[in-house]
């Protein structure tokens, strides 16, 4: 797993009297020095390679822009914007220490998550409530609420605008991303921010 650096855990020694959410801010920040595979994969540099707390932030600020509190009278419009964005931000706290797992990876979808659910007990390990963002974390895993639905398209839609922006600055192999999206992203006003984005890049398909 290609990373920007040593994790911060790894250069940092807690004293056993330390605050648990000091040593579990330190874990979950390995999320910022943690490229995401997928795009180095594809030759992007690792300069322009977004951290997966990027896309994490990404995403919970599309939540917020895009649920709001006046929402849409739609389906977006029964959103709770603030538990959405709360989702966003746990969503990948698993990759922490299981790295980023991509689908050419060879990794089953069960051992993925096995392994991603071992990191947050790992990362969260002596935090009170490290129950509460695992029960979060399943929440978006399950995607049954209509927050998690919402989330797991903006999981993607994040991602297909991240790549309308690589295409646009002339990287190639971005259309297999915008495939990736359109298959999750469907509630229409989603799709027509992605669709948007894609033809702002310069694509029209």
């Keep these: 797993m290609i990373t920007k650096a040593a994790g911060p855990d790894e250069l940092l020694s807690l004293g056993e009297g330390a605050d648990p959410a000091l040593a579990s801010y330190f874990r ?13 994969k594809r030759g992007l540099p690792a300069v ?7 896309h994490s932030f990404g995403t919970a600020l599309l939540a ?10 739609g389906t977006i419009g029964k959103v709770d914007p603030a538990r959405a964005a709360l989702l966003a931000l746990v969503h990948e706290m698993g990759e922490s220490y299981a790295g980023d797992i991509t689908p050419v990876d060879g990794v089953s979808p069960a051992d993925k998550e096995r392994l991603e659910r071992e990191a947050i007990l790992r990362a969260l ?3 009170p409530d ?12 399950e995607g049954a609420t209509p927050e998690a639905a919402f989330v797991r398209q903006l999981d993607r839609l994040e991602m297909g605008l991240q790549a309308a922006l690589q ?10 991303f915008y495939d990736s999206a359109r298959k999750t992203v469907v509630e229409p006003r989603l799709r027509a921010v992605l669709e948007d984005a894609i033809a702002a890049a310069g694509r029209s398909g």
């Design 28 to 40: 979950l920040m390995r999320l910022k020095r943690l490229y995401r595979q997928g795009w180095l």
């Design 48 to 54: 322009l390679c977004e951290s997966v707390a990027e």
């Design 64 to 73: 917020l822009l895009l649920a709001g509190r006046a929402g849409d009278g």
């Design 125 to 127: 390990d002596g935090h």
């Design 130 to 141: 490290c129950d509460w963002f695992l029960l979060l974390w399943e929440e978006f895993e």
């Design 167 to 176: 295409d646009a600055e002339g990287y190639p192999g971005m259309v297999e």
